[in-house]
């Protein structure tokens, strides 16, 4: 039997437990805290020397030299060769897709004239060079690096390093074949905290990036926190999510394998369903109850349904919608009759999986939008990984003579209501003349 | 005498040079962060009676309840209608132009439906609220609360909470008029660290919102990081910085009174000029030389030109342009003869200032385009503040019948390949029976 939690929005306490249930804060670890600083600044002083050092002592292999690092992209080539014809065009199609969507993102410079001959805009660039952490060992997923990889090549950066550690010096076929058809430019086998500080600040081999991606344990998560503002980073992901809004007509065997499917990431992994049919519920549940011995990865998707899942039943599918949005989840299955319709009225959530046939598997490889998603609810003011992450703005200013007189004006009054009279003095240089 | 330092790229250590005068590290204090710390416990636990006590201790004045922390809207009209009609016509003339800009960032939802009808898009809403942290006292800026509220009005963000102290109880009448022709929808007097933790995680009086924006002192940075993850923040900024290239042609007190705009603001902001022509960075210091006895913030500016600034002979307008990249800088003036020309070589930069008339002051306050930018070399991989941190997206995937098989059989072999069999099994439920 399950132990999967049922809630309603008619318990009296609904929104303490929905808030307890949802609730959840990365722990900050002050030893590891400790341990990445150290790490961190061995790397700025001692570069190479260091990175080896680390690689021998975390991943327990000795490379003889520095340039035994990396990974050369004829490994990555060979790699491709040797996987299965299926895997090579599952990742192909994965690949083409992404970058089919990816490419609908790009951002476009513009600008625009005012009447006195001012112009205005916005220059879009791409960054320079963008580190991309690959995690190693059992955590090591093909699937990640093209989700990474393949927008920040659409938006145009020059040059993509790609860090994975490689465990006891054992490689992963699949990630590099992955890194191979993501056209990644370089690849080093260093991981940890030690790979984050190499590519934040460089090494005589490692390049220093302009940002970093990727996936992580706490060590990498902390040196990503440590390094931001050195460099920039993507969000610091918390356990997966998914909420499901069922009309109760969706076979319950698929909702039941749609909420394993998420459960399975981790025990912290949280698996949510609304639906306003009780009966429904009852059947989903059974369902899990059938299902569970089935799987693979049974103990992991029992615990995290025990501990962070819930079937909660609803007042009626407009409620369905308010509750969604207060949970704003990184995966949302609009399981319904007329998801269309319906999406109109979502107002947060990472990326939104439509009608029953849209499994949200399906979005973690192949549909062509992003798998790196806001999680914990930070879908209320963040957005998907994106083409726009490696893509920056620069503000245009122009202004004509005439239109400078105009903004000195004031521009002047502002600043020196301020009281930076250095600001409005500059401004005044450039009066018109005549108009003085 | 001037101290500003005088640097050329044909120095042998010009490199090291360059680097160690813009090194930049934001130092974190370990008694701020305990003090913050302690400050966001007290008010998540006992919310508005640690909000007074805090707006006691800190600012020195003691509210008779809750209530009166609020500014009523009434009273930012009243500030409006105090102020003299010059700084009415400036404030409404910045709002205006700032809106105009903004107008034009406004993102879109779009969608696309592939051959066999699987429909994939992103859809873009607006954050519900925000809040607008503005200091108080002898920094308190009413250009900045322009430049904050208005993008997140733009945006159509529901409800926009703004909070400034009011040390000793003292309200600064052209910040309340800004908040008032920014639109604000609801002001609160607390400041520092209690008011961010008030933001994050509401108080019976203040509601939470989903992001915090707006600069402050190391209180509120710390806090604004300590709540990162709750709520969105902004980027935090570092000093203001302003890299001029002239070609020798402008009038070299325009380019003395321009450097001292940015050096104006504090002892660490930084004022560069690079130009190919000796003659002319002689020029300048002269005028520095000259000017600098007659300005008001004379010890401030003096303080940064020979801490931070440099005057810089570069070998040609190329080299110049690859320095600026280089530098990435906040505020970018090219005080050139053609900036359309050299402007499309440039990678990194905040905002660009083209042209001899455009003074960078025009940006602060009126030209349209955000005053708050990427400082420290961020601009390398980030943007101004604009509409678009105010707007986030979400993914849409709808996959019809056949598209759903399509995607189903990929996701499997990946899926598989991972060894996450309930994705596996969750996408092949999608498969078509009669291909199956």
Known sequence: MSDIR?????????????????????????????????????????????????????????????????????????????????????????????????????????SYTEADGTLLGQQVTALDRVGLYVPGGKAAYPSSVLMNAIPAKVAGVDELIMVVPTPDGELNELVLAAAHVSAVDKVFAVGGAQAVAALAYG?????????????????????????????????????????????????????????????????????????????????????????????????????????RGALIEVKDMQEAVSVANHIAPEHLELSV?????????????????????????MGDYCAGPNHVLPTSRTARFSSPLGVYDFQKRSSLIMASPDGA???ARTSSVMARGEGLTAHARSAEYRFKADKD
């Not at 804060?25 to 961190?40: G, L, P």
């Not at 520095?66 to 895997?87: F, K, M, N, V």
């Not at 009759?337 to 598997?361: C, D, L, W, Y």
């Open 337 to 361: 009759a007329n998801p269309q319709e319906m999406v109109k009225s979502i107002h947060h959530a990472g990326a939104i999986f439509m009608g029953r046939h849209t499994a949200e598997a």
């Open 6 to 110: 049922k809630l309603s929005t008619s318990d009296g306490d609904f929104q303490q437990q929905l808030d307890a249930l949802l609730a959840w804060e990365s722990v900050s670890d002050t030893a590891v805290n400790d341990t990445v600083n150290q790490i961190i600044q061995d790397i700025r002083q001692r570069g190479n020397e260091a990175l080896l050092e680390f690689t021998h002592r975390f991943d327990r292999w000795q490379a003889n030299s520095a340039d035994d690092l990396q990974i050369p992209l004829s490994r990555l080539q060979q790699a491709w060769e040797t996987i299965p014809e299926s895997q090579q065009q599952a990742l192909q199609v994965s690949a083409d897709r992404i970058r089919a969507y990816a490419q609908r993102q790009l951002m476009d410079s513009w």
């Open 405 to 407: 007189d105009t903004l």
């Open 203 to 307: 090494t005589e081999t490692v390049p220093p990036v302009d940002k970093i991606v990727g996936p992580g344990n706490i060590y990498v998560a902390t040196a990503k926190r440590a390094v931001f503002g050195q460099v920039g980073i993507d969000m610091v992901a918390g356990p997966s999510e998914i909420l499901i809004v069922c009309d109760g007509e969706t076979d319950p065997d698929w909702i039941a394998m749609d909420l394993f499917s998420q459960a399975e990431h981790d025990e912290d992994a949280q698996s949510i369903l609304l639906c306003p049919d009780g009966d429904y519920l009852k059947q989903v549940e059974s369902s899990i109850d059938r299902l569970l011995p089935t799987m693979e990865r049974q103990e992991i998707i029992a615990t995290a349904l025990r501990v």
